[in-house]
């Protein structure tokens, strides 16, 4: 029983960090990007996000990194979710979790794989597995990777596919 409730509670705060994040787009076309009003927009998911964190590290503290097979995935992707989002002190701490629950096929490869990059580009290091794309120039281009001729295998180790079939999803052209 206690599972269920912890799954529909994850449910929950997934669909909380997410509605604003499905709305943002339209909220910077109507609002206007360097309007006050597009700045609060921020400001109030922010905040969301903090009150989420904590939400889902009292969780992860509790109970650990909740499995596929405890609370589904949806439930179980909620907990990366909300730390993608959340602080570097998250991320840094629960990260070896995630990747206990990857290794036992429990969770996502592709959410460590986000998660690790996420913090390697905030901290201003390249990433690991090519998983962060920058849009700002108009055309999307990977950040910088690590040793870029050895993604592959970091990728591979990790059971992602190839890093040019993902650019090229994602409509990146790789010199």
Do not use: C
């Amino acid at each position: 029983m206690e599972l269920d409730s912890l799954k529909t509670e994850l449910e929950i705060i997934f669909m909380k960090d997410q509605t604003f994040r499905r709305i943002y787009m339209d909220a910077e076309n109507k609002l206007g990007k360097d309007s006050a009003a597009y700045d609060y927009f921020w400001e109030v998911v922010e905040a969301q996000d903090k009150v989420l964190e904590k939400q889902v590290t009292d969780i992860i503290d509790s109970y650990g990194w909740l499995g596929i097979s405890q609370v589904g995935r949806l439930a179980n992707t909620s907990l990366w979710t909300v730390l993608q989002h959340g602080s570097a002190e998250s991320k840094e701490k629960y990260a070896p979790l995630l990747l206990a629950s990857v290794l036992k096929k429990e969770s996502q490869a592709v959410h460590y794989a986000r998660l690790i990059d996420r913090m390697l580009i905030n901290s201003d290091k390249p990433q690991l597995y090519g998983t962060q794309i920058d849009y700002t120039s108009g055309t999307p281009q990977f950040f910088d990777i690590e040793n870029p001729d050895s993604v592959n295998e970091r990728r591979q180790e990790l059971g992602l596919g190839n890093i040019e079939t993902f650019a090229k999803q994602k409509g990146i052209v790789i010199e």
